[in-house]
């Protein structure tokens, strides 16, 4: 998993509350088991019209947002159902950072284990964030993990909380399998003296 410590990126502002993850990656998608190609997926139901042609009205089909790795995003961010499939999506897209002042219990764990960091802020830090978030091509925000601050287009800056082991983690870019491997030496040092003292096994 690819670390995360100081993110410097353009913010799109997703000003909608209660963003199921059928609306983040939509259920005709979760065919794979893949974590990649699923960008295109991403928000389908409202970034394409019904023919397939974009819909230039929604946020990250806009020029100064195609590129976006931080998404701003209202109360509730990722509600529904369990699918991990949603930070997949938002991953393979290119966002590794989406800001709200909640999430759901379980969207927001799974993207720790996806190399994406969800930050929770009150909804007054929401609302100076979404307002650079809507400077188009000048909507840069740097998020400084081990600070634990994020810093606006203007130099202001907002703080946040943020669990110390999930910190760490995504630090040290651990997803589980990472860090259970961190353990190796004594996980070999287990076996072998198991080995030693019951051959038969």
Known sequence: MQPFTTLTGVAAPLDIMNVDT??????????????????TGLFAEMRFKEDGSENPDFVLNQPAYRKAQVLVAGDNFGCGSSREHAPWALLDFGIRCVI??????????????????PIVVPQSDLDKLMDDARRGANATLTIDLEAQ????????????????????????????????????????????????SRPWL
């Open 149 to 196: 601050v994020i810093r606006g287009p203007d130099g202001g800056t907002v703080k946040f909380d943020i669990d110390s082991f999930r910190k760490h983690l995504l630090l040290n870019g651990l997803d589980d399998i990472g860090l259970t491997m961190e353990k190796a030496p004594a996980i070999d040092s287990y076996e072998a003296k198991a080995a030693n």
């Open 100 to 117: 709200s002042t909640s999430f759901a219990d379980i969207f927001y764990n799974n993207c720790f284990k996806n190399g994406i960091l």
């Open 22 to 39: 059928d609306m983040i990656i939509p259920k005709q998608y979760l065919k794979t088991i893949k974590r990649t190609g699923l960008g």
